[in-house]
């Protein structure tokens, strides 16, 4: 732990962090096992200049937050073994003492060490509905491999779950397992495991609705399996990504399913796959009660990513004016869609040229930034003689565009453009 932090009166540092300390990493979030958590979340919060505060007083646990770092206080009722046991894996159920001395009555340190994740009991999964999920996480981040009996139990109970026979635990609870997932290089790894053990069928069923389903053409996966690898290569090669863009990685082809379809040659088709996959997005992170402009930038990025490049100056430009909010990252999108394909129909030809288009559109992105407008709504509506309105808003964005592809340059030449547009229109003052 980092040297400034002030150790409690009494108690036991547990979970993650003396886990993390076996594996050679550093933790940064500390949980505790105190006497009195109020107590020494206040003291510690004044030793570091922090803050403390309740997390769920009726439980009595505190949390002091102080430069990066999160201390955790619980009150230790009772047993240490007992509290240990009830915890849902094994190398979640070592505690070290003041003294530096661990307890771990359930063999947590050999299973770090030889990279199993066990579950402590069966009652333990089954007493709390988000830890079957937790297992794909903590396999995926740590370099897990779930033992039998608990790979057993997880997909039992993750069958229960889809089946609602077993109530699911709140979606902040699932949203937060899935997204320290999605933010770890190892994301694609730990959601495929997700599936192994049935627990996108509940967890995010637009996902797992696309096991199975062929595409052929420029692609060699099947759906599910194209969109982990996509999100790999989004990982890999932009691994500063955020969540919105991972999200939309992830999901971009979730509208797949319910729009493939075969043409008179017999090659396989997905009409519309884009903007039912804008839909289908904007439902499940809503209901993982992710932020409102997360919801809507993910929906919008997977919505364009089907757009065809460019294939010169003028449409380049075109391209970075219309969709300049969502760029780079619909860029970086389409990128990682196109390396995870490698179907029949790809080749080092198709991929180059795709390329050069990608090239042309970021050229212009770093060379085009936006610039103050020719005209304001003022002058469109003096220039054409007409009211505040639609038409106002109409005219703006065809001098913007006009501007942006190279048509105009200057306030006299939007002026003659607006008038001949108006003119074209039939437009009156």
């Known amino acids: 732990m980092p040297e400034s932090t002030p150790l409690p009166e009494s108690g036991y540092l547990v979970g993650g962090a003396v886990r993390d300390a076996l594996l050679g990493t550093a933790p940064r979030d500390l949980d505790w096992l105190v006497g009195d958590p109020q107590a020494e979340a ?13 997390l769920d007083e009726a439980r009595g646990h505190w949390r002091t937050v102080a430069d990066g770092i999160t201390l955790d206080y619980t009150p230790l009722a009772g047993d240490l073994e007992a509290d240990l046991r009830r915890r849902d894996y094994t190398v979640n159920a070592i505690a070290a003492g003041l003294d530096g001395r661990l307890h ?7 299973d770090v060490l030889a990279g199993r994740l066990c579950m402590t009991s069966e009652a333990a999964l089954e007493d709390d509905p ?7 996480r903590l396999a995926a981040t740590l370099g897990l491999t779930p033992e039998a009996d608990t790979r057993r139990v997880i997909v039992r109970l993750a069958a229960e779950l889809a089946r609602g026979e ?4 709140a979606w902040e609870r699932t949203r937060d397992e899935l997204d320290a997932l999605m933010l770890h290089p190892a994301a694609a790894r730990g959601l495929l495991l997700a599936d192994e053990l049935g627990l996108l069928a509940w967890a995010l069923p637009e996902l797992a609705a696309c096991r199975g389903v062929e595409q052929g053409g420029f692609h060699h996966l099947d759906v599910l399996r194209h969109s982990l690898e996509a999100l790999n290569q989004l990982v890999q090669g932009f691994p500063d990504a955020d969540l919105a863009l991972r999200w939309a990685t992830l999901l971009h082809d979730a509208g797949k399913p319910a729009t493939r379809g075969a043409g008179e040659d017999g090659r396989t088709h997905f009409y519309g796959h884009a903007r039912l996959g ?12 992710e932020p409102g402009w997360r919801v809507t930038r993910v929906g919008l990025l997977i919505r364009y990513h089907m757009l065809p490049l460019p294939g010169d100056d003028k449409s380049a430009r075109r391209f970075v004016h219309r969709r300049r909010p969502l760029l780079p990252d619909l860029l970086e999108l389409m990128i990682a869609d196109r390396e995870a394909a490698r179907g029949p129909r790809s080749s080092e030809a198709n991929r180059r040229a795709y390329r050069t288009a990608l090239s042309r559109v970021l050229a212009i992105l770093v060379e085009a930034p936006e610039k103050p407008p020719l005209l304001d709504g003022e002058a469109v509506m003096r220039v054409l003689g007409i009211g505040p309105g639609p038409r106002v808003g109409e005219a703006l964005r065809l001098v913007r565009e006009a501007e942006a592809v190279g048509d105009i340059g200057t306030p006299e030449e939007a002026e003659a453009l607006l008038r001949r547009y108006a003119e074209a229109q039939g437009w009156r003052g």
């Not at 077993?166 to 635990?169: F, S």
């Open 166 to 169: 077993r109530p699911p635990p």
């Open 104 to 110: 771990d009555p359930l063999g947590g340190r050999a």
């Open 278 to 289: 804008q839909r289908l997005s904007e439902e499940a992170l809503a209901r993982l009660r």
């Open 42 to 54: 206040e003291r510690a919060a004044a030793a570091l200049g922090g803050s403390a505060f309740a």
């Open 130 to 136: 988000v830890r079957p999920l937790r297992a794909a």
